[in-house]
Structure formats: C-alpha cells, structure tokens
C-alpha cells in the first residue's frame, strides 16, 4: 500500500488512539493526530493542535486524507456532576459539528468518515442480549450516544461514506497512554477487591483492542460498511465472570465482593468515578457483523486477558 495514504484520527491522544495509529502506521499508513495535547509516547505520527470545538489551521491536515477517525470526547470515568455530565455531551457533539464545518471547506475531503460511538445507547438492560436493530435506553449516556449519532448525521457530507462503531469495554495494552478502563479492573483486583459487584448479574460487553483496530481498518477500507454497528465480542458475559476470569489469568484467589452501597460510597470517594459505571452494563452482539463475516480475532475472554496481560 502507497505511504501517501493517510488517515487523521480526531481526539487520538488517548489509549484508543494511540492503539490505532500504531497499528495504521505499522500497515503503512501516514496518521495525523488531532488533538489539544501531543500524544504521550511519541511515535511515528504527526501531531496537530486541535481544541476540539474551533475552526482553525488544524483543518488543513484533513485535505486529501484518506478517512477521518474521530474519537473526541471527553471521559466518562468520573464523578457525574452537573459540570462533567455537559462537558461529556458538549465535547462529542461540538467536536463532531466542527468537522464537519472544516469538511466543507475542503476541496478534497476524506471520503470515509468512521466515528466513535457507545454501546451504552441501549442503557443498561439486566438480561436482554442487545443488537443493532435494540431499542435505545434511557439515561445520560443514551442519551449522549443518541446526540453524538445525531450530530454526524448533521456533519457528514452527502458524498462521503460513514460508519458509526458503538464500541463497548476494549480490552487494550498499556502504552503510556493508559490501558483503558482495564487498567483500574487490573489494580482493583490486585488490592484483593475483584469479586462480585452488586448484583454480579450486570453485563460486561468487552472487544480486545486487535479486534477493535480491525473493525476500524474495515470501517475504512471496505466500502460497503455503512451505518451503525455494534463493536463488541459475540461473547459477553456477567461481571462475577469476568472478574472470576481476570482473577485466574493473574494467579489471584481473593476476589471480596462490594455490596451496591459500598460502591456508591467508595467510587467517588477513593477512586473518583462514577459507581453506576461498576453496578450496571449490558449484553451487546453485532448481527450486522454476523451477517457479514467478520471474523473476530478474540472470541473467548479468557485467552484475550491472557494475550494482554503476558509478560514480554
């Protein structure tokens, strides 16, 4: 493949970014990161300024690419005050909104634009196993994702192609720039606190982040993939199995369990998170992936953790 293709991953400072430019740089593709700070590590990358929200020289860097990633948005690991709950929904959109503003001032635009979105649109079902054609939730975060959606399909230019991933939990290496939210699990479970959470019964819809680099490339490069798709293993299973599982791949036996109380009282006071983040989830499958045959790298969690977590 020419090295003069090249992609521009908005908001791609982070676990998720980086994960997919190593891997695009590595296939031989140039990348541009957007974003406010420089990526941490550095890497064979171009680093853009970019504030998410204004139009500026940063739009340059989106002429004549070969497709625009946008992953923009600020964390939902956190304390859900009023403050954090509008910059959670304000960084997506206006973000989203803004590209497209800069789209339209190009002669040459990306004719694929794949963007981030969240599984968390259907809510937090208790059993019911989720697949595109799933009605939405209620809640912040359907109502987040709904919004997101909403604003690309505002964005977009009628010529070019889009593709929406509504991602669930990636199970990801850490490179400097974190590992995700494995990262917390992993230290959580090493303090001796990886057992059951709440009800145990709560979904857990996780993607090794191979996988989800995958269906980014896919989302890029294969023309027919249009529209919504659920980005999760055809596998999920309830928290106590993943924590049981996670627990057995780093030799742990102990795994104390948290009462639902105790994890409304200790998330925002030792960790500064959101306790609903841990006492709720849901199952989600890809039929659309089904249908078209992707085969997924990692189906089984176990020899996913396994594959993440062995020492090199």
């Known amino acids: 493949m020419p090295l003069q293709k090249r992609i521009v ?19 031989g593709y140039q990348v541009t990161i957007l974003s406010r700070s420089a990526p941490r590590p550095s890497g064979p990358w171009q680093h853009v300024a970019w504030d998410g929200r204004s139009l500026g020289d940063w739009q340059k860097s989106l002429e004549n690419a070969a497709g625009l990633v946008n992953l923009a948005g600020r964390s939902v690991d956190c304390i ?8 959670i929904l304000r960084s997506r959109v206006e973000s989203t909104l803004v590209l497209g503003q800069a789209m339209r001032c190009l002669r040459q635009p990306p004719p694929v634009w794949v963007q981030m979105g969240t599984a968390h649109i259907y809510g937090d079902p208790p059993h019911v196993r989720c697949t595109e054609d799933s ?18 399909r505002e964005a977009v230019l009628p ?3 889009s593709v929406v991933l509504r991602t669930s939990f990636v199970l990801g290496k850490d490179r400097g720039a974190g590992a995700g939210a494995l990262a917390r699990l992993l230290t959580i479970t090493r303090w001796g606190l990886g057992g059951k959470i709440g009800s145990g019964t709560q979904g857990m819809s ?15 490069q294969d023309e027919t993939m249009h529209g919504a798709y659920i980005a999760s293993s055809p596998n999920p299973v309830a928290q106590t199995e993943f924590m049981r599982t996670l627990r057995r791949v780093l030799g742990i036996r102990l795994g104390l369990p948290a009462l639902a109380w105790m994890v409304r009282l200790g998330a925002p006071l030792l960790l500064k998170t959101d ?6 989830g849901r199952y989600v499958v890809s039929r659309r992936l089904a ?18 977590l062995a020492k090199k």
């Not at 991953?9 to 296939?27: C, D, H, M, R, V």
């Open 80 to 87: 859900k005050t009023p403050d954090h709950q509008d910059e």
């Open 206 to 220: 996780w993607i090794h982040e191979t996988d989800m680099n995958r269906l980014f490339h896919r989302a890029l």
């Open 159 to 161: 010529t070019q192609r």
């Open 9 to 27: 991953i908005a908001g791609g400072s982070g676990f998720l970014g980086i994960s997919l430019a190593t891997t695009l740089t590595s296939q």
């Open 275 to 280: 306790p609903e983040l841990a006492l709720f």
């Open 291 to 308: 249908e078209e045959n992707f085969a997924f790298s990692f189906l089984n969690l176990e020899h996913a953790l396994r594959d993440l």
């Open 135 to 152: 009605p939405f939730g209620i809640g912040l975060a359907p109502t987040v994702g709904q919004a997101w959606e909403e604003a690309l």
